[in-house]
């Protein structure tokens, strides 16, 4: 049964109420509705808890998604958690701290990827230090420069904004995917872009900030080569 994501259309959504539709085999939790983000992208599922109404609480370590065209999303519950039942009702609430943190490193990896424009081998996202991997033939990359650049970015305030296109218009754009070991998941008809306003626009489900200013000061810390052309380069806050 597809779970609504609710953190899609408002990423600083803190809780919802929702209602437990099916079990896993592997233990975890589908709601019918979520505003925990799943495990994708290089972005890691968000962690919090499941609150019934009698005061009954289970720890939520991360979220995953059971599907692969990513429709359905099962919380995975921390060791020795409290056991749900299907038709429980509860509140869901994430670690807002934490997803905050994730938000800011998110948009600031695709400023990363606007001043190296280069294909984007791998990637992860932290909630103090981020990596992004780049196919690039020669190195000659200076951090310092690229933390310049990138905090110039977030000096403009940009707008960050989300829309849906079709998977024919993805299709017909192949320069607007900049990854090359994450494809933007198809299949289901619409595919989500995040613009940042005059600066960057690329397929992503993850969570991101309002505007650019939101993410404060990073620095690039390191630049390691990790093969003939592949340059890891790690951003964290400054």
């Not at 998604?65 to 038709?87: F, N, R």
């Not at 606007?114 to 190195?139: K, N, Q």
Request: include cysteine.
């Amino acid at each position: 049964m597809p779970t609504e994501c609710l953190f899609r259309e408002d990423s600083y959504r803190k809780d919802c109420l929702a209602r437990v539709v099916a079990l896993t085999e592997q233990g975890g939790i589908v709601l019918d509705r979520t505003v925990f983000y799943a495990t994708s992208g290089g972005q890691p599922g968000d962690s919090g808890t499941l609150t019934k109404a009698d005061g009954t609480t289970v720890p939520i370590a991360t979220a995953v998604y059971t599907d692969a065209a990513k429709s359905e999303i099962a919380h995975v519950p921390a060791l020795g958690a409290p056991a749900l039942a299907v038709g429980d009702e509860v509140t869901a609430a994430i670690d807002w701290d934490k997803r905050y943190a994730r938000m800011r490193m998110h948009t600031a990896m695709h400023l990363l990827s606007a001043v190296l424009p280069y294909a984007v081998t791998g990637g992860s996202v932290g909630d103090v230090e981020s990596r992004l991997d780049f196919d690039i033939p020669e190195a000659g990359l200076d951090k310092d420069a690229v933390t310049a650049k990138v905090n110039e970015m977030i000096a403009t305030n940009a707008a960050v904004s989300s829309r849906w296109i079709t998977d024919e218009e993805l299709a017909a754009n192949p320069g607007l995917v900049k990854t090359m070991s994450v494809k933007p998941p198809m299949g289901t008809g619409r595919v989500r872009l995040i613009e940042i306003g005059g600066l960057d626009l690329q397929p992503c489900g993850g969570t991101h900030v309002r505007s650019t200013g939101e993410i404060g000061q990073v620095r690039v810390t390191q630049i390691e080569k990790k093969g003939k052309q592949n340059r890891r380069v790690r951003l964290a806050f400054a």
